[in-house]
């Protein structure tokens, strides 16, 4: 895919996605010094559903960079740290953030992102019909 930033190798340790604050910092630098467009998307991504992987190869398209910013939900079912591996698994996503709601706004402003996408919302509605569906899985066994 044009634009793809991680290597392309198949098995490459995908944890080296994950970056602090200051290392989004300067790979989106990079990404806008080389004139390429950065994506961001936040979410919770808990748990990480086909939908999810969906959606974020509908953003990342063929152009630019997708950086994602997982962010904790009210009541998470896996802690941050394993739904930002699952997440920097998916092969359309280059960098991953673990991100905090109290900093991520201003977190957001200082990556000077061509594009954000906020998909919390979605997320609380993809967890909702995901536990529908367990929920009536369990009343017709």
Do not use: W
Not at 1 to 15: I, K, L, N, Q
Not at 55 to 64: F, S, V, Y
């Amino acid at each position: 895919m044009a634009g793809r930033e991680a290597c392309s190798t198949a098995r490459m340790d995908t944890r080296t996605k994950i970056l602090g604050a200051e290392a989004a910092l300067e790979a989106a630098r990079r990404v806008r010094a080389r004139g390429s467009r950065l994506k961001v998307v936040t979410g919770y991504f808990d748990p990480l559903l086909a939908a999810h992987a969906r959606r974020l190869r509908e953003i990342a398209g063929n152009d630019g960079v997708v950086m994602v910013a997982v962010t904790d939900p009210p009541r998470p079912i896996l802690p941050g740290a394993a739904r930002a591996e699952l997440v920097a698994a998916l092969s359309v996503v280059d960098y991953v953030i673990l991100a905090d709601e109290a900093g991520l706004g201003e977190l957001l402003g200082r990556l000077g992102a061509d594009e954000v996408f906020r998909e919390e919302a979605a997320d609380e509605r993809r967890t909702q019909e995901l536990i529908r569906h367990v929920h009536s899985r369990r009343e017709t066994a």
